[in-house]
């Protein structure tokens, strides 16, 4: 075969329309295989009708059900009473790649990128051919607009096969999506019923009705009617922001100066502040924004980063708390003790966030595997690839030894403890689409390692305590042993009788008590465990 | 605060640019820190050379240069003799995203997504707010062509900032890349170094010239002068392919019968096996494909299923081959055992694969930590992501223990051992865009297994002979330890002087020699290590 050139090669370049590029890498965004493919497109539904509803101020309550149609196909439902979705909106939401609301703003929410639910329809019409069916209503005087939408692989556009606006007796307002898809159902810990059970943990205002494929139904009803504080919307914090964005922000704002673009573009630049970052970045404050040059812009980052600015702040952020996470295990484990930590906000790259993260140690867990690991996400339980995790790296770069865990260098470290850690973000950066594990931000790792050494630290302030109580259970009991024969050389040196043997015993183990103190039970008695709960998704967790 | 309606809500949705995405993602492109991004640049830059060059029938040689310009900027030039590119596709290929030759072809290349160098340029900009500047010379008798890019993220469009049409003397033909970063420079497992070397040592037909910002020179020389034979683009097999796609087919095929359509529009469906597998869907061999309902789809899925068909053909992928990989261990590892397999061809979503394995046992290799493993797909190194890896999740699943190397309960084995696994296929599913970590697929992960436990078996039978030889070794001390008493005994018993008994003890070493055989030392003696090159990129492992 001879030499092919540069023209010859030119006539194959040609551009990917993006519902293209993940059709064939379906994986990308968890449709790997037919039980991940089952449960990313529950998450994906409930992430979105979660967030919907607590962006318009609602108390969620959504249904979820999952029928069996055959060997390898499920029909999912979910239905909502979120705010619903006007009809013009409804063909993009569902049918078309990167298409959203909150990709371009700054806040925290569940679904971010734009791609979740319509990349749901396109596995679910690349294994059955079939279109997703949509119910939408948006008021209690309103009609319903029904559809039933495919995704045109070569233009990322909506197809739709049909539509219809109709009633919806007995529903005020909300959404239902329904989609046939190949899948398969199985119980244990990357369950769909686990992945629920989690949400409700994380999520009291939230009632979701889950019936499986069994028809079991279950019912975790809300445990408060309070929602979460609505999280605010916010600037970029001056730190982390890169020279690109700077450049960019500078070139789009309606700021006359750089004194007044560094106080409203960003969160926490005050006047003073803003000053000493221009006196740093030797550029004057009346300088305009849209002339300032590549090196200027170059000399303003320097600026940033040689000025000390505030903290970002946490309204923008809603993280569980460290209380709820605490509660949530006591639910969950029967152990013996629990701790819980929140650091303070951080930011990495301009965005602020929070790391948690509460731990359970002892009772009934087992002592001899690796401990067990829940990482959530802006309130969103993460089931896979815990392996390419910024958590689990950090879980094994911390020196579990010497906080009472064993721990073969770098591991996971192995005892009867679990450990939860929720990263709350505006942002959240994950390792892929499929939103399962958070990437190695060198900001994030030190926040997370820091949340762990806390937790671990608690633990072994109560593991010294449990083996300190340990060494002196043991000394009593050698004392107590050689009582009867103290008491009984007594009686040999100053003739005692029996009677009198008895009395030096008990005045022996009074003596006993009053210098060694009573002794105290440490491990706690959990009286929030609720078993049934706990074993909800667990019952096939061997084959898992 | 009040409620919100669907209206308001409905004002924020819009379309995402694929561009913006990516760049708040950028860590799903393998730029998540400065470390990572210099090398993931070089990789994006130098595969894409290779994918040229070989496309084109040239041997490759590629001239590699990291300038450092301040404590985290660098100079990235990667210059090859490829065929170039014409001046209109320079543009849109360094400079949108999405773009390229390869995602469209069943064809094993390295590149396949049209996203990895555009990306390079997108991290650039972003972090120094610099274009990247292109050379591209297309044949002996043209001008070059010279431009400088930026990349539009609210459009992903390139924006030409400069160029001109110029002289580049001393070259043929080839293209030449420059642009400036943020980074940072480290040797060790995961640095350029380490990838330029694994990339030469796979790609034997290749010259690589690396200055590296140590102003250390390397010259890897190509070993042959023979391109990998070409490899052939396919059609898909039946096997795998997804009810959706089957209907894309269908609808879009020249076919005039769903009897032609089969044998035409798939690779090895011969006529009688087009006919088992319509005769198992029930379809008339005359139906037309575009007039099939989505029932009948389904049931030529089935039908396909039902039918037995040959194995895709090999000529499709050009695989390492067991051989080399085996070579490269020797060349870099100083072992005294090395064994390799190649798996037959198999099929996942209908797209043929091939894994190959080879191994490396003892020697100088530590045998107190875990054992070392090197991934490559399509020829490329991976080097991040091993534990979200379906290599690593196999690696883990395969018992070590009965193959001689100690493991605790599914984790990495431990012991001195190093062991490569490849993968070659025309679409190779990764678990992100930054090409990492191969996606866990079923098929595949079953390939892997297989593979391992193919260089597992041949390493129990080393290790199996080792332990043999071992015993063998220390009963035959046993039994010379003994041969002078005995002599002795046979002294005193026999009343032989002095010289008789040196006799004796001759004879019974010569009968011990003739009952119990020779010794043969097990272990090789390698002749390939090349020591100088093994320390190439590890000179500070420790600081890794």
């Not at 630049?269 to 404050?285: G, M, N, R, T, Y």
């Not at 094994?396 to 009867?416: A, E, F, T």
């Amino acid at each position: 075969m001879g030499r092919r050139t540069a023209d010859e090669l030119a006539k194959k370049q040609r551009s990917i329309s993006i519902a293209e590029f993940f059709e064939k890498n379906r994986h990308l965004l968890g449709f790997d295989n037919p039980r991940k493919s089952l449960l990313t497109t529950i998450k994906e539904a409930v992430d979105n009708a979660l967030d919907a509803c607590e962006e318009a101020r609602i108390l969620p309550e959504i249904s979820v059900e999952l029928i069996q149609l055959s060997d390898d196909r499920f029909k999912v439902i979910v239905e909502d009473n979120g705010p619903g979705i006007i009809k013009k909106q409804v063909p993009k939401i569902f049918a078309k790649l990167l298409y959203g609301s909150k990709f371009h703003k700054l806040a925290q929410t569940r679904g971010q990128q734009g791609i979740g639910i319509s990349a749901a329809a396109l596995y679910a019409q690349l294994t059955t051919g079939k279109p997703i069916s949509i119910m939408s209503k948006v008021g209690p005087n309103k009609k319903a607009y029904h559809c039933k939408l495919k995704i045109n692989t070569s233009t990322n556009e909506p197809d739709i096969m049909f539509e219809k606006i109709m009633d919806w007796p007995g529903k005020d307002h909300g959404t239902r999506i329904e989609m046939d898809m190949e899948g398969s159902y199985a119980k244990g810990r990357t369950s769909v019923d686990a992945y629920l059970k989690q949400t409700a943990i994380v999520n009291p205002h939230t009632t979701i009705i889950y019936t499986n494929p069994l028809a079991e139904q279950y019912v975790f009803a809300r445990a408060t009617d309070n929602l979460p504080p609505e999280p605010k919307e916010i600037k970029p914090h001056p730190y982390g922001v890169e020279l690109g964005r700077l450049m960019h922000m500078a070139e789009n704002t309606y700021s006359k100066t750089m004194h007044q673009f560094l106080q409203t573009d960003f969160s926490k630049v005050s006047p003073s502040c803003s000053k000493d970052i221009l006196q740093h970045a030797s550029i004057l404050p009346k300088a305009k924004p849209k002339e300032l040059t590549r090196d200027q812009i170059e000399m303003l980052l320097k600026g940033i980063n040689n000025t000390k600015i505030q903290n970002p702040s946490t309204e923008c952020i809603s993280p569980i708390t460290a209380l709820l996470l605490e509660k949530g295990l006591r639910k969950e484990i029967n152990a013996e003790f629990y701790c819980s930590t929140t650091r303070p906000a951080s930011v990495y790259r301009g965005n602020p966030f929070i790391i948690e993260a509460a731990l359970a140690y002892g009772g009934d867990q087992k002592s001899d595997g690796q401990i067990r690991l829940l990482r959530y996400a802006n309130r969103v339980p993460l089931q896979y690839q815990q392996g390419a995790c910024a958590i689990t790296k950090q879980l094994g770069g911390v020196g579990w030894k010497s906080y009472g865990l064993q721990q073969s260098r770098s591991s996971i470290p192995v005892g009867p403890c679990t450990i939860v850690v929720h990263m709350a973000s505006v942002w959240v950066p994950f390792t892929s689409e499929s939103k399962e594990a958070l990437a190695h931000y060198t900001d994030i790792m030190k926040e997370i390692r820091l949340a762990l050494q806390d937790v671990g630290r608690q633990l072994m302030a109560y593991t010294n305590k449990k083996n300190k109580l340990k060494k002196e259970l043991q000394k009593r009991s050698l004392i107590e042993k050689y009582i009867p024969h103290v008491a009984d050389a007594l009686k040999d040196l100053m003739s005692l009788n029996e009677s009198d043997v008895d009395q030096i015993e008990e005045h022996l183990a009074d003596i006993l008590e009053k210098t060694r103190g009573t002794v105290k039970e440490v491990a706690e008695k959990n009286s929030e465990y609720d078993e049934a709960f706990a074993n909800i998704g667990k019952e096939n967790e061997k084959s898992d």
